[in-house]
């Protein structure tokens, strides 16, 4: 008789179709975490977040801030999340970039529903859509938003991996023996790198008024950690109500413009929010400094550089430094036939980078392939033409990027950076959100090379300002 049984049953398994075992198998996971019942949620941690593609050496890990406050509030069925992060620094003594190093607390909050998305400054809400459909990703690659997706979402099941398309990406989630979400990943984008993966994994699960939520949340991009919080307090259908404000709903889609701005005979200032760069006219060709931001960003910048300077090509593009924001727009050169100069050990980090797929978000040169052509720097290098000198400085020894490049243009006195100081608004010129160490350094990278400085347009500020505005910054003027 039991044989007999075992062999119905066995004959019922052999019968069940491939789509009851999914449905099955996604039920019993929601089932076994609480999800059917779960309308939203609130939870709250602490730990260290890395800052994404600003590490020391190229291709190293992100520098680590201490992430204080990790607080999250979602509502699943809008769907809407609010996070609230507050960081601090982390790094003793500063290395990398990411705003390093913090003077203190830096607060941000940034928010999503449906379709709209804006960031939170005390009472106002500064809209910001474009970021809706990545913040909307990270609330479905929750532990419970994940098999929600894939329950509303006709989500395939194979053993242990669930796989659902949401936004535009295909997510992948692995179950545990006791059907509980360990891990979530995804693919994103980035203007250097092109497609990298976002692996998250959740462990450590407890119950929260019958709903399982990790204690340990880990998150990698690109294989580097960008965030890893233990959860100390999780409520369960929280009361969470987020609608988006009347001017982030009626925002037009921002046009991103550049500005232009005469520095010197022959040199322009190239400007969008928070980034800038240089063009210079060499006589028979262009020079520019920075190509920062994204292939969108660039290719506004080279149809205004061209409008300025006409009838001439852009032979060089010169590069700082390998963080990604200062070399997100580099590929929107090379397509158009410049030359990147950099320091000679970025090279073979952007040869690597640039070899990858971007199947997200093809770039001009994805478009229009041509092998990238370098000039590298290893202490100084000196570029002249059209009665203009650019000279080019390695600034060894400073803690914001390893392989990091300082210009200086003689005669005028021009200096542009990277980053370290980035001039504030307004007439008090120092940065009261970091402390001033690498700012100090950029002092010293000028004075133990005799550089007679006389104007400051880095790529980040406010822009140009008088040298004394640095020596204020840290210090050795009053302000």
Do not use: C
Request: a neutral charge; hydrophobic letters at 40%; charged letters at 20%.
């Amino acid at each position: 008789m039991r044989m007999q049984w075992t062999v119905i049953a066995g004959l019922a398994v052999m019968l069940a179709t491939p789509s009851q075992a999914q449905t099955n198998r996604l039920a019993a996971a929601a089932e076994a975490m609480g999800a059917a019942s779960l309308n939203s949620i609130q939870y709250t941690g602490s730990g260290s977040v890395f800052s994404f593609g600003q590490g020391f050496e190229p291709g190293e890990r992100f520098p680590r801030f201490i992430q204080r406050t990790y607080n999250a509030a979602i509502n699943y069925q809008t769907p809407a999340m609010r996070l609230i992060q507050v960081r601090s620094q982390g790094e003793t003594p500063p290395r990398g970039g990411g705003q390093q190093a913090l003077a203190g607390d830096q607060r941000a909050v940034a928010v999503v529903s449906g379709k709209f998305a804006w960031q939170e400054a005390g009472n106002q809400a500064q809209p910001n859509n474009a970021a809706a459909a990545d913040r909307l990703r990270a609330l479905w690659a929750t532990p419970h938003g994940v098999i929600k997706a894939a329950m509303a979402n006709s989500g395939k099941v194979d053993g242990n991996t669930v796989t659902v398309t949401v936004e535009g990406r295909e997510f992948k989630a692995t179950l545990n023996a006791q059907n509980l979400v360990e891990r979530v990943s995804y693919l994103s984008t980035n203007d250097v790198i092109g497609d990298y993966l976002i692996d998250i994994s959740y462990s450590e699960y407890g119950d929260f008024g019958g709903i399982k939520f990790p204690r340990r949340i880990v998150q990698t991009e690109d294989g580097q950690p960008t965030l890893d919080i233990t959860i100390s307090n999780v409520l369960p259908n929280a009361a969470v109500a987020i609608d988006a404000p009347a001017n982030v709903q009626q925002a037009p889609t921002p046009a991103l413009r550049v500005a232009v701005e005469k520095l010197a005979d022959g040199v322009w200032y190239f400007t969008t929010p928070n980034a800038r760069n240089w063009a210079v006219d060499f006589g028979d060709h262009i020079v520019v400094v920075e190509g920062q931001g994204s292939d969108e960003r660039s290719l506004l910048a080279i149809e205004e550089i061209k409008k300025t300077i006409p009838n001439k090509p852009i032979r060089y593009v010169i590069n700082t430094h390998a963080h990604y924001d200062h070399a997100g727009g580099l590929r929107t050169y090379v397509a158009q036939g410049a030359t990147v100069v950099t320091h000679e050990m970025n090279k073979p980090f952007y040869e690597k980078a640039w070899s990858r797929p971007r199947t997200i978000a093809p770039d001009s040169l994805s478009k229009a392939p041509k092998p990238a052509v370098f000039e590298t720097v290893s202490d100084k290098k000196v570029m002249s033409g059209g009665g203009k000198t650019l000279e080019l400085y390695y600034m060894k020894g400073t803690s914001h990027n390893m392989y990091n490049l300082f210009v200086f243009m003689p005669g005028p006195g021009l200096a542009f950076w990277g980053d370290g100081y980035n001039p504030p608004e307004g007439n008090d010129p120092r940065d009261v959100g970091r402390t001033p160490e690498q700012a100090i350094e950029l002092y010293r990278v000028i004075t133990m090379n005799n550089l007679d400085v006389k104007t400051i347009a880095p790529a980040h500020g406010a822009g140009p300002k008088p040298f004394d505005n640095l020596k204020k910054a840290i210090g050795l003027l009053p302000p």
